[in-house]
């Protein structure tokens, strides 16, 4: 014991003018904004990899493994198209109801996933948070990024559907890739956001099902949205028009079919989409960044 | 015993494995002040629950069962240094291991504070790694988690798979995680996490995994490891590892410092008290 030197009280202060004496920074300090995403560039590779595993990892199991990436958005759109399309006859006022309803559909499969996804992609992942060091945002990222590889096949199989259903080919086609890009960073910024409010509360798992279904009856992917305008007092009607997934849905069909009706002019829709990517994409990623340090609690 | 030592809670170890006394000029690279962590954990479903107490729950405003904050660590001061190997020992749920994550920084510290010489590194055996992907791509992403560049990533597969020894028994590296034993995928989450050069070397109970070859193989790894680290710490509930490897030992009881010294003195004490 005759090393040992008993410190007082005071050695709180004394402890932290050692550490600012030589340089020491606290542990798991949140990084700068820039900082922040400079080494969140520098993930990029681990980022792309956890994706490309995740898709990878979640067919493993399944007999027919990744053909089940083409055979979710079809079953889908097959099980809608028999109630809303066959039995209620919701396709009243829209020509074309098959590649209307498939655009809608798939483009909001993109986003209920990314948002189911990332609620939980810091609750699941505790194991690897409180083991590795990594900046977090590379898992909602990586989740957003999972569910873009799916989206990815699934335009694909948008577009036979499309075709088979009579629309032309044209070069307006080529829009679906700045609305899907538009998408994809509104959607990583929603992803982040979830996943700061489900990294807090657990209960958000469970409501989060009932808030995507109500999202999807508001963003018009059932049904015609002229039905909005004849059925909602003039106001609601006004605000469903700024919902964002009413906004890239309707970017999509206008992109892909030649008579499609929609609420607001494409210029609108334009403006529209890029102002909500920005909002979502820079708002959910600078709210997430003010949690990292409490990620590892649990 | 307990009242032996009890006046060295939160008390700064000025002990240095030559007996330096002061611990002038040395340079400081682990500083623990007053530092609490809480985690919390989320049981599964509780017996009493029902959906009438939960409301109930809701309404009193009291916190649910099902939460249960873990207050693990209470207030520990201590100062390491470079060059110093420090075991810590304690019984089980003492707090150790939670200790080591917040020192890197993986659990934040409620109060007081945890210094830290760059980007201490935890090698422990639990790193959470996709089931369902062949060890092979559990590799690489886990090097990619580390932050190294794809290609030395490339480079440094081979090794890290040689080093685990799983490839012994037929080509398992190409097989999903899943179907490995325990021994074996935890000795390729040592090996990934040993593949990094590290500044402050963080060291859960890794040397008790696997086979003999393989733990030899490990304890020759930390050795190298430990040469080029500037501080390691040990957690271990084989004395004898920590007899080899450290001389400054951190006795940790419930979540508090009981004693900070030269190893040959705290480990009979700890030995004395385990043994009552």
């Not at chain 2, 090794?159 to 080509?171: A, L, P, Q, T, V």
Request: glycine share 10%.
């Amino acid at each position: 014991m005759a090393h040992t030197t008993v410190a007082g009280a005071e050695s709180g202060s004394t402890q932290a003018q050692l550490a600012a004496r030589y340089g020491l920074g606290a542990a798991g300090a949140r990084p700068s904004l820039a900082t922040y995403t400079r080494t969140l560039w520098s993930y990029r590779h681990f980022i792309l990899a956890y994706s490309t595993a995740r898709v990878t990892s979640s067919f493993s199991k399944t007999q027919l493994g990744q053909l089940w990436q083409v055979l979710t958005p079809l079953t889908n759109a097959a099980v809608y198209y028999l109630i809303f399309g066959l039995i209620l006859q919701q396709s009243r006022g829209v020509e074309n109801f098959i590649p209307y309803l498939c655009t809608g559909l798939f483009l909001f499969s993109f986003t209920s996933g990314s948002a189911l996804a990332g609620t939980t992609s810091i609750t699941s992942n505790l194991g690897l948070i409180r083991a590795m060091h990594f900046p977090r945002a590379s898992l909602p990222l990586a989740h957003t990024f999972t569910q873009l590889q799916n989206a990815l096949t699934a335009m694909v199989v948008l577009g036979a559907i499309v075709l088979i259903s009579g629309e032309p080919l044209t070069l307006k086609w080529l829009l679906i890739v700045p609305i899907l890009a538009l998408l994809a960073v509104f959607n990583a910024g929603l992803t982040m956001l979830l996943a700061r409010l489900g990294a807090r509360s657990t209960d958000l798992k469970q409501v989060m099902p009932f808030v995507m279904r109500a999202w999807m009856y508001a963003s018009g992917v059932l049904y015609s949205v002229d039905l909005f305008r004849a059925h909602l007092p003039g106001w609601a009607a006004q605000i469903l028009e700024f919902n964002p997934l009413l906004v890239y849905i309707e970017l999509g069909r206008y992109s892909l079919m030649e008579s499609a009706p929609l609420a607001s002019s494409p210029v609108e829709l334009w403006l529209l989409g890029v102002g909500w990517a920005l909002v979502m994409g820079i708002g959910g990623f600078i709210f997430f960044w003010r949690g990292e340090k409490e990620y590892g609690r649990g | 015993m307990a009242d032996m030592y009890s006046g060295l809670n939160g008390a700064t170890s000025l002990t240095a494995p030559a007996g330096t006394g002061t611990g002038q000029g040395r340079i400081p690279t682990v500083i623990a002040d007053h530092a609490h962590v809480t985690y919390r954990i989320h049981r599964g479903a509780s017996p009493g629950g029902g959906p009438a107490a939960s409301l109930r729950r809701l309404v009193k405003r009291t916190s649910s069962p099902n939460v249960r904050e873990i207050h693990a660590v209470k207030g520990v001061t201590f100062t390491a240094y470079r060059g110093e190997a420090i075991g810590l020992i304690g019984t089980n749920g003492s707090g150790k291991s939670t200790l080591l994550r917040a020192i890197a920084g993986l659990l934040p510290v409620d109060r007081g504070a945890i210094y830290t010489q760059g980007q201490p590194s935890l090698l422990g055996v639990n790193a959470a790694l996709l089931k369902d992907l062949s060890g092979e791509r559990n590799v690489a992403l886990g090097c990619l988690a580390m932050g190294m560049h794809p290609d030395e990533v490339q480079r440094l597969t081979p090794e890290i798979i040689e080093f685990s020894g799983i490839n012994r028994r037929g080509d398992f590296a190409s097989l999903p995680m899943r179907t490995y034993s325990s021994g074996m995928s935890a000795r390729l989450r040592f090996s990934i996490a040993a593949a990094k050069r590290h500044d402050v070397l963080l060291i859960d109970e890794a040397l008790a995994t696997g086979d003999k070859p393989f733990r030899k193989r490990s304890q020759r790894r930390v050795k190298e490891l430990r040469d080029g680290a500037g501080t390691v710490f040990l957690v271990s509930h084989q004395l004898s590892s920590i007899r080899e490897t450290c001389e400054r030992t951190i006795w940790l009881e419930s979540g508090v410092i009981k004693m900070d010294g030269p190893t040959d003195q705290v480990l009979p004490a700890y030995e004395d008290f385990v043994n009552q």
